[in-house]
């Protein structure tokens, strides 16, 4: 049984159900009106002054307060230190975020502006723009910048997303050293920790009207002759092409290979890199597959790709709020099954162990000529009386009606149902026997080995749990409005997407950014199958009214993520840099330890 403890405005109602499959066999209901007794995970809130950083733009006078639940336990504690207002909402001028320590300046991808932006951070507190890089001049559109050296790698997209990509570099004070060609949509990129090499991921997404589907790949970019002699001849590329002719193999095997007439080099579509400490080997986050693929750096190689598996949501402590239109937190047991589908990883290695964290966030494909993405409750969606004797109750919009289902799996394959579901994603002619959603809500830990992953740790329905029991008027709000209670909770909930890792005073923390609701939550994973949590905060003023001009002075929308450790912090102390794509805010928090 699952337990939320809060203090709750009188006139919303939280109910845990965990039934076996509809709320009619439900046995139990809580609606406490007081903070009960906490446990490690569900601790009273702890307020933290907030105080804002410099911004040239942008008000930067108020002060204002972060939400954050502590577990009494705790070794450490996040707060808000300094903050930049950009003042540009919901375009994307705050995402992905890098640090470079020998000249204490933080850097951040700013789509809405198409440049990159560059701050000192030589006063943590007072973050101040110092200059900012037109993208363009570099060769397309800013998707990530990653640091070595004092030379930052930057992703960039062609105006064609089809087309090949570049990676451009520059020093730290914005100038252009050297580009290169790289494949379809470079979405991602990280530098080998030796620094011989920077790993980049090419997503290749297709066109709206799916007539052009360029093949994902991870450039291989040796970077060990020196910036100044690179050269196209040091760029390789390691395909999928050797994963052609096995893609029902690999849908076996629980990996999601869909879109229309794509082969698997196609269908695979690269979110995100990290790389071993031996900088041998690279894991790739294949978000829409729901898979990890491993590539060989020295032979710029894929070598296999393993499924990330399903999250049963009718099981033990995986249950989720499925409806926005209940008016209620309703987090329960339902007989549907979540694609993990992360998009940021992290490579956390222990002794010989290696373990993948993920951020499971949730993808679907939802283009002009092809979705995947219905409702359960739409007329469409017809669920086989065998599998589902309540179909009627579960299709109800207080049930799981609401929430967005994948039609790329779990379908009876009839002649008629598979022609038109797997050439459009219509399921009008099918009857579903499984119910596939996207995302699990959730921080996952993978262990790896040889023959593949297996997931040691979750933290099953303890975001939205935490989120509740912090913010219940604010539950599983949309990160471009205030006033939307429950409004996420029909589709991937608080969706959990950045994550950065960092070790402090001898434990390992992960810290993990959450889309919608905002906020960051941290969890120690020093022993990865007894990961526990440690805080939230969010640094969003939910009071705020509705308006540009005041959803800019706040965070929304968490992004990138990036741990400054001690050794390298300008001020001696362990950072959090975080971007907030929607409000264009960054935020760095001071993580102090309380022993």
């Known amino acids: 049984m699952l337990k939320i403890t809060s203090k709750l405005a009188s006139a919303l109602a939280i109910s845990l159900l965990f039934a076996a499959c509809t709320p009619s066999t439900t046995t139990d209901a809580a609606a406490p009106a007081e903070a009960q007794d906490a446990t490690s995970s569900e601790s009273q809130a702890e307020p933290v002054e907030a105080e804002t950083g410099s911004a040239d733009s942008a008000d930067t006078d108020t002060a204002f307060v972060a939400h954050s639940l502590l577990a009494p336990d705790a070794a450490i504690e996040v707060s808000v230190l300094g903050h930049y207002q950009s003042g540009v909402f919901d375009e994307g001028a705050a995402e992905i975020v890098a640090y470079d320590s020998e000249s204490q300046r933080g850097f951040v991808i700013n789509a809405a502006a198409g440049q990159v932006d560059v701050f000192d951070l030589s006063d943590p ?51 252009l050293l050297t580009q ?24 290749g997404e297709p066109s709206d009207d799916y007539t ?10 040796d970077v060990s002759g020196g910036i100044e002699s690179l050269s196209q001849d040091n760029v390789r590329t390691a395909d999928f092409q050797a994963f052609n002719g096995r893609e ?26 990290e790389v071993t400490a031996d900088s041998t080997t690279a894991y790739v986050s294949l978000q829409e597959n729901n898979a990890i693929a491993i590539v060989d750096i020295e032979s710029a190689t894929v070598t296999n790709v393993f499924p990330l598996g399903y999250k049963n949501w009718l099981t033990g402590n995986a249950g989720l709020d499925a409806s926005d239109e209940d008016s209620a937190i309703t987090i329960q047991n339902w007989p549907v099954l979540g694609a993990y589908q992360p998009d940021t990883i992290r490579l956390y290695e222990q002794g010989e162990a290696t373990f993948i964290i993920t951020a499971n966030e949730g993808d679907s494909r939802d283009y002009d000529t092809f979705s995947e993405e219905y409702r359960i409750g739409d007329e469409e969606v017809t669920l086989a009386a065998d599998a589902f004797p309540d179909a009627e109750v579960l299709k109800d919009e207080a049930n799981l009606g609401r929430l967005r289902l994948s039609t790329a799996q779990g379908y009876r394959p009839t002649p008629e149902c598979v ?37 040691v740790f979750d933290t099953g329905s303890q975001m939205e749990q935490t989120v509740a029991e912090l913010l219940p008027d604010n539950f599983n709000t949309s990160n471009d409005e205030n006033d939307s209670f429950d409004g ?3 589709d991937k909930g608080p969706e959990p997407e950045g994550i950065a890792v960092g070790e402090i005073d001898g434990r390992t923390y992960a810290f993990v950014g959450l889309e919608r609701v905002g906020g960051v939550m941290v969890y120690d994973i020093t022993e990865p199958a007894s990961t526990t949590f ?37 001020n001696g102390q362990p950072l959090l840099m975080v971007g907030n794509e929607v409000s264009g805010t960054t935020t760095v928090f001071a993580i102090n330890s309380l022993n």
Do not use: K
């Not at 640091?147 to 790698?153: M, V």
């Not at 052009?212 to 970019?221: K, L």
């Not at 009008?428 to 921080?443: D, K, T």
């Open 125 to 175: 507190s007072q973050p101040t723009l110092v200059t900012s890089v037109d993208a363009s001049e570099l060769g397309g559109g800013a998707n990530s910048i990653s640091f070595s050296n004092g030379i930052a790698a930057i992703a960039l997209a062609a105006e064609e997303p089809a087309e090949p990509g570049v990676v451009a570099f520059i020093d730290t004070e914005g100038e």
């Open 180 to 203: 290169v060609t790289v494949g379809a949509l470079p979405d991602a990129l990280t530098w080998s920790p030796d620094g011989r090499y920077v790993v980049v991921v090419n997503e």
């Open 212 to 221: 052009v589907d360029p093949e994902g790949s991870v450039s291989i970019i």
């Open 248 to 273: 029902e193999e690999l849908r076996e095997q629980g990996i999601r290979i869909y879109g229309p007439n794509a082969s698997a080099a196609q269908d695979f579509e690269p979110e995100w890199a």
């Open 419 to 455: 022609e038109l579901v797997t050439t459009s994603g219509d399921p009008s002619q099918c009857e579903f026997e499984a119910l596939y959603v996207f995302g699990g809500r959730s921080m996952s830990i993978f262990q790896v080995s040889e023959s593949g992953l297996e997931q």
């Open 488 to 490: 996420r909770s029909d």
């Open 534 to 570: 440690v805080q939230y905060i969010n640094n969003r003023d939910f009071n705020l009214e509705d308006t540009p001009e005041a959803l800019t002075t706040t965070d929304l929308g968490a992004e990138g993520l990036y741990f400054i450790p001690a050794s390298d912090s300008p």
